[in-house]
């Protein structure tokens, strides 16, 4: 059995693996209800109440990983019967507090919920709206913030809790970043999964030799199968029946070389550049910077890029993207960029796909991944697509100013902002990653503890091109449209 760091991971886990397992065997709606009993087999229950909501519970986790609400746009949705266990109450009075005369917390509250008896505040919690105003005035800070996980995870202030104490996602607010389906103790909020699209994919190719099955792997791989090399993964990937495996990598190559010319054209007109690498990025600018919407980059993500031109190359060619990122899977649902990649799936599901088939990776021989160059792979880490363009203008000895601000996280992405707004912003460009530490932190991670990015590094100098244009040579990019929008001189 494989090693996860919680209890939440290794049941999604397994329930991904069963239904792999039984959509790769072609018996998946005959045994879908039998699937709750094998992961739950009783008599006792593992962390709730009774066997009977367990099971009831993984019956929602099993919707989820064969696609989810087809009704509901978002990718991650809230497992109503599974959020149940968090505080009811956020805000509490707590022994510190001492009874003052100066009742600034009663007289802050805007909705009456703070009342005064026995020489203590107290709260009406049926009042209380959680603004956190009595918190911030108490001169003992006696007031106690007990904030659900999920909703401190989510910077983007898309959760909020409904009257039956259930967590609540804005659709219009949220970047679908993941960060709360990592930071729920209770596994309450998950992201839909298209591994049976995947699986059903790969077995139509194999019957089908018109369809070819590529997977592109992000270069965040770099952090993930700690136990075992990179080429060795990459070998049991194609034994899951991949026509061949391709490096994100190299798309990021060809982004860098693209967004650096795009950005010597337009920066002069638009003062400021933002990067469009990570869709939850993009997502947030275009929510809650509209103003901002037009300084995005018009050059497509990687994963986009490197579609492109695989489809360009192969007729035949369906694109199955690998990466740590749940919002991946709703960039490739937007107008512009559908038909693109076609499927996104995480590294935990691609543990699941491999090993639901049985592929051991520890015994699987180092296969070939020399696609990138350095600069493509280190994409990964918040900076790294800073630096790249940042060598290209060099290289191709660009005549403009680069001044990048990396922002690492969106709470770091959200002031970069709020100054370009007001023109105040110290650079003319702002590279925004939604995760912590960049994509290596993505919320669909094997691993969730501090990464080391000087490993995304290391892994960059085992690429045999040292240089963007280098790993570029051989393709004739000219032919390829790299823009996620039509330039308006070619209306």
Do not use: W
């Amino acid at each position: 059995m494989r090693k996860f760091e919680t209890h939440v991971q290794l049941i999604k886990y397994k329930v991904l693996k069963e239904v792999a397992k039984h959509a790769m065997e072609g018996t998946l709606m005959d045994e879908i209800f039998n699937i709750p009993k094998k992961i739950i087999p009783g008599p006792d229950p593992v962390t709730r109440c009774c066997v009977y909501k367990e099971r009831a519970i993984i019956q929602e986790r099993i919707k989820l990983a064969t696609g989810g609400d087809k009704n509901n746009n978002n990718i991650i949705e809230v497992i109503d019967i599974a959020c149940d266990e968090c505080p009811i109450n956020r805000f509490t009075v707590t022994e510190a507090c001492r009874g003052c005369l100066a009742h600034r917390c009663s007289e802050v509250c805007p909705v009456g919920a703070i009342f005064h008896e026995g020489q203590r505040a107290h709260i009406d919690q049926d009042k209380c709206i959680e603004c956190g105003k009595c918190k911030e005035v108490c001169s003992y800070n006696a007031i106690a913030d007990v904030m659900r996980p999920c909703r401190k995870a989510c910077n983007a202030n898309a959760l909020s809790i409904d009257r039956n104490k259930k967590a609540v996602i804005d659709n219009e607010k949220c970047i679908q970043c993941g960060a709360c389906v990592y930071q729920c103790p209770f596994g309450a909020i998950m992201d839909k999964s298209f591994i049976v699209d995947v699986v059903n994919l790969l077995k139509e190719a194999k019957e089908n030799k018109d369809i070819h099955v590529y997977a592109i792997v992000a270069p965040a791989i770099s952090s993930q199968f700690t136990d075992v090399k990179i080429r060795q993964v990459i070998t049991g990937i194609r034994k899951l029946g991949f026509h061949d495996v391709v490096e994100v990598a190299l798309g990021a190559d060809i982004v860098s070389l693209h967004e650096a010319k795009e950005f010597t054209e337009s920066v002069t007109e638009k003062g400021v550049v933002t990067s469009s690498c990570c869709p939850a990025f993009v997502s947030y600018i275009e929510k809650n910077y509209p103003g901002l919407k037009d300084n995005i980059s018009n050059t497509v993500s990687p994963m986009i890029a490197i579609s492109r031109l695989i489809k360009h190359l192969d007729e035949k060619a369906k694109i199955v993207f690998i990466g740590p990122c749940t919002a991946k899977k709703m960039e490739i649902q937007r107008e512009e960029l559908k038909d693109d990649t076609d499927f996104v799936i995480t590294f935990e599901e691609l543990t699941a796909l491999l090993d639901a088939a049985g592929i051991k990776l520890e015994e699987c021989e180092e296969g070939v991944l020399n696609n990138a160059s350095f600069f493509g792979r280190i994409f990964a880490r918040s900076g790294g697509v800073s630096e790249a363009i940042k060598h290209v203008i060099e290289e191709e000895k660009l005549d403009v100013e680069f001044k990048p601000i990396s922002c690492d996280g969106i709470s770091e992405c959200d002031k970069a902002l709020k100054i370009a707004r007001v023109n105040k912003l110290k650079g003319n460009f702002i590279e925004g990653m939604a995760c912590k530490g960049g994509c290596i932190g993505g919320a669909a991670s094997l691993n969730h503890g501090p990464k080391d990015k000087k490993e995304v590094d290391k892994y960059g100098k085992l690429a045999i091109e040292t240089t963007v244009r280098d790993s570029l040579r051989v393709f004739d990019l000219d032919e390829i449209n790299l823009d996620k929008k039509p330039r308006k001189d070619n209306n």
